[in-house]
């Protein structure tokens, strides 16, 4: 057994990327045992069949080799975010991706007897339902895919219905627009936030801020007795997120102060191409190459 197994661990090495050699190191005996069982049933040793059967290690922040990657993909979603965001305050008069003000807005409404506290109320509940959607659908929204090198179906779903959203804009439902963006805002963030790493939160920034906060916070002391300063990733990661809060907001006024008249609510299209592009090209942009196999590179 112990030889079949160092046999299957030896093949299962071939063709296989940096960071999938490292997944396979830190298999405990157990989980090496099911992996010589899934190839014995006929299938490839390739870390493909390790991943069907073990749970991947989770790599804190700190320790990424791909942290630039991450700025840049919390970038992107942020400015997603903001861009729609921004857009939908000049089409609907109100936000459809954070819940925090709604909230506030729906009791204020509802103390005010005024019908506006529907719309505010579905806006809070879709953005809960995309969450959910994004917890039970496993790997389709699973926040580390595009790192990965995989597509996100959940992540392509929810750029297909921001255009949903605008085309009910459109039609004169601008309260359906609200709801099915508010979907896909949900959806998003809960992507954003199953990223295994750090959850990211696409959608809004205050958590991060109170995370980066009290990391700075930490480090104050730490200076002040003479101790090593906590990991500072989590700050700048914070600070590329509101950056692309706001880049997203200021394009968003530009954008619409431009073509708004004209178009209306398809301007929802641009972040919806955009999401779309990080659900499909992206990761193939950014996934890690693979490693030459050893034995190719004694040939060479």
């Known amino acids: 057994p112990h030889h079949s197994l160092a046999c299957v661990h030896q093949h299962a090495l071939v063709g296989m990327s940096s960071d999938s050699r490292a997944l396979l190191r830190v298999l405990s005996p157990v989980d090496r045992a099911t992996l010589a069982r899934v190839s014995a049933g006929g299938q490839e040793g390739r870390m493909s069949d390790a991943k069907a059967v073990v749970a991947k290690p989770k790599v804190p922040l700190d320790k990424r080799p791909d942290f630039g990657k991450i700025l840049g993909v919390a970038g992107l979603y942020t400015t997603i975010a903001g861009l729609l965001n921004g857009i939908a305050v000049y089409e609907v008069g109100t936000p459809v991706g954070y819940t925090s ?88 963030n809960g992507i954003s936030s199953r990223f295994s790493a750090a ?34 990733r989590k700050v700048i990661l914070n600070i590329v997120c509101c950056f692309g809060m706001i880049f997203g907001g200021f394009g968003a006024h530009k954008i619409h102060a431009k073509w708004g008249k004209q178009y209306g609510a398809w301007l929802t299209l641009i972040p919806a191409a955009m999401q779309a592009f990080a659900a499909t090209a992206l990761p193939a942009i950014i996934a890690p190459a693979a490693e030459e196999p050893e034995d190719e590179k004694k040939t060479a």
């Open 101 to 188: 003000g709604p909230c506030v807005n729906a009791g204020r409404f509802l103390a005010a007897g005024d019908p506006v506290a529907r719309n505010i109320l579905g806006i809070c509940t879709m953005f809960y339902v995309g969450g959910i959607f994004a917890g039970v659908t496993g790997d389709a929204c699973d926040g580390d895919a595009v790192f990965e090198g995989r597509m996100s179906p959940g992540m392509l779903f929810s750029s297909f219905l921001l255009a949903l959203g605008a085309y009910a804009k459109r039609q004169n439902r601008p309260w359906l627009a609200c709801q099915l963006w508010s979907l896909s805002q949900g959806i998003l």
């Open 199 to 232: 959850p990211i939160r696409a959608t809004h920034t205050a958590g991060g801020q109170t995370d980066a906060a009290m990391t700075l916070g930490n480090a104050w002391i730490a200076l002040t007795q003479g101790k090593p300063t906590p990991p500072m």
